[in-house]
C-alpha cells in the first residue's frame, strides 16, 4: 500500500538557522513527490515537486528537496529560515504520470523561534 | 490566491443533517479533486472528476457523492452527517498532464453538532 511517513510532528528551529523536514515513502515504483505548506486556515501551496532528473529539486521560498531512492526519502530543506516559514509542512506522493491521486503524510508543524 | 474559490468558508450543523459544497476550479482547468482534512485522519483523498466525469475514488464514505458540472464547477454533498465528519474540506483543481499541479483552494470547514 501506498504511504507517506512524516516522522517529525513538530520541529522548532531558531530563525536563520537551518531546517531539514523528513519525507519517507512507500511506493510501488518511483511515485511523482510534492512538498506543500498550509499556513493557519490557508490552503496548501505547492512548495516543489519532483518527478524524473536531477535529484535536488528548487522549489519557492527558497526551499528544496533532495530526491533518494536508496532510502526512498525526499527530504525538504532550507538553508535560512524567516519566521514567516512556520507553518504545517505536508509530503505527498502520486501515480507517475497524469490524475494525481495524492497521498499525503501526516504533515509536520513548524516553529520558529526569535 | 490560487484561483480556486470554495463556498461556504463554515458550516455549522447537525447531527443527520445534509450540506453541500461547492468548488470553483481555475479558469481552464478540467480536473477537480476533493480531499478531506481530519485530526484524527489527517489529509485524504475523496473524489476526483475530470471534465464532468468521475475519474477516481478515494476513501470516500457512501454518504458522500460529488459531481462536476458542465462549467466546471463541482459540489460535493454530504448527508446523513455524524460527529466524525467535522472536518475541513479542500477542493483542488489542476490541467491534467505528466507532473501537473493541484491548486487548493481555503477549504470549507465542516462542524456537524
Same mark, same amino acid.
Given at each position: ?8 510532528? %513538530? ?19 518511483t511515485p511523482y513527490l510534492f512538498w506543500?505548506?498550509?499556513? #493557519? ?7 516543489l515537486k519532483y518527478f524524473s532528473g536531477d535529484t535536488l529539486v528548487q522549489g519557492?521560498?527558497?526551499?528544496e528537496a533532495e530526491f533518494k531512492r536508496?532510502?526512498?526519502?525526499f ?6 529560515? %524567516? ?10 506522493v502520486g501515480? #507517475? ?16 523561534? #526569535? | ?98 507532473g ?14
Amino acid at each position: 500500500a501506498q504511504s507517506v511517513t512524516q516522522p517529525d510532528i %513538530h520541529i522548532t528551529v531558531s530563525e536563520g538557522a537551518s531546517l531539514e523536514l523528513r519525507c519517507n515513502y512507500s511506493y510501488g515504483a518511483t511515485p511523482y513527490l510534492f512538498w506543500y505548506v498550509q499556513s #493557519p486556515g490557508q490552503g496548501l501551496q505547492l512548495l516543489l515537486k519532483y518527478f524524473s532528473g536531477d535529484t535536488l529539486v528548487q522549489g519557492i521560498k527558497g526551499f528544496e528537496a533532495e530526491f533518494k531512492r536508496s532510502q526512498s526519502s525526499f527530504n525538504l530543506r532550507k538553508p535560512s529560515v %524567516h519566521w514567516s516559514d512556520a507553518a504545517e509542512y505536508f509530503c505527498a506522493v502520486g501515480p #507517475p504520470g497524469s490524475f494525481q491521486k495524492l497521498v499525503f503524510g501526516t504533515g509536520t508543524r513548524l516553529l520558529v523561534s #526569535p | 490566491d490560487s484561483g480556486v474559490t470554495q463556498t461556504p468558508k463554515h458550516l455549522i450543523t447537525a447531527t443527520g443533517q445534509r450540506v453541500t459544497l461547492r468548488c470553483s476550479p481555475r479558469s481552464g482547468d478540467l480536473s477537480v479533486y476533493w480531499y478531506q482534512q481530519s485530526l484524527d485522519q489527517g489529509l485524504q483523498f475523496l473524489i476526483q472528476y475530470y471534465n464532468g466525469e468521475e475519474r477516481a475514488k478515494g476513501n470516500i464514505l457512501e454518504r458522500f457523492s460529488a459531481q462536476q458540472f458542465p462549467d466546471l464547477h463541482s459540489e460535493l454533498n454530504l448527508s446523513s452527517l455524524e460527529l466524525g465528519d467535522s472536518a475541513l474540506y479542500f477542493c483542488a483543481s489542476s490541467v491534467p498532464g505528466a507532473g501537473e499541479t493541484q491548486y487548493f483552494g481555503p477549504g470549507t470547514r465542516l462542524l456537524v453538532l
